[in-house]
């Protein structure tokens, strides 16, 4: 699986990776948390559909484990070595009847046990669904990856991720142009690997839809160490014992 894309572009889409039936797992398990975390500080809800949802790592053990499969695991280790390890896990859904839209960003902030160190590397400390966050620098940024696991076929219809084609070097770059933006349509099992620095939003899905948009959104660093003593929340290493 070429990496070529990943290093020009800040992404790439591998095509069906994730399998049917897990997929079909994934969404039950999910919805099934969810609908249980709905009034939780971790879970964003709305009329009591939650549509997104942090810090899933503890709550839905086949985050850790979905990723440990070939042929992602080795995508995972091409890219970032065999020191890596899962460090955040999100869900969002764009339900038809409620649907929302996110302007041009980049992912900066990261999950950590404790932002009260003073770092250069490290700014602006907040907490997020009750966890601590750093927005991190471009150098720590640049050793993570994220994976966005399709559980829907996300079409023009259903708000699509857009991304500006080589923005990932630095928090200050802004790629080709936004004019060159592309929208990421993907089949359900798709998964997109994109780096945090890349420039990207997505807007609202289109009247009258009926399609979920719901990503499994995982990210991932290369290694266990931060610098000054600043420690992951969440750090799960990858195992043979995954249960893939």
Known sequence: M????????????????????????????????????????????????VYAARN???SIPEVTTVWQCEPLIDFLMKQLGDELGLV??????????????LPWHKDTSIAVDDNAVDSDCFSRPTVKAGVPHFIAADDVLRRMLTLRIHLDEVTDENGPLRVIPGSHHSSDSDGVDVSA?????????DVLAMRPLLSHCSGSSQPGTRRHRRILHLEFAESRVLPDSVKWHDFVAPTSASGC
């Open 2 to 49: 070429s990496s070529d894309e990943l290093d020009r572009d800040g992404f790439q889409i591998l095509r069906g990776v994730v399998p049917r039936s897990m997929v079909k797992h994934l969404l039950d398990v999910c919805t099934q948390t969810l609908i249980q975390e709905s009034e939780s500080v971790r879970a964003r809800s709305s009329r009591g559909h």
């Open 56 to 58: 899933l790592i503890g």
């Open 88 to 101: 955040r896990a999100l869900f969002f859904d764009k339900p038809p009847d409620r649907t929302w839209a």
């Open 181 to 189: 933006a592309m929208s990421i349509l993907a089949k359900a099992g």
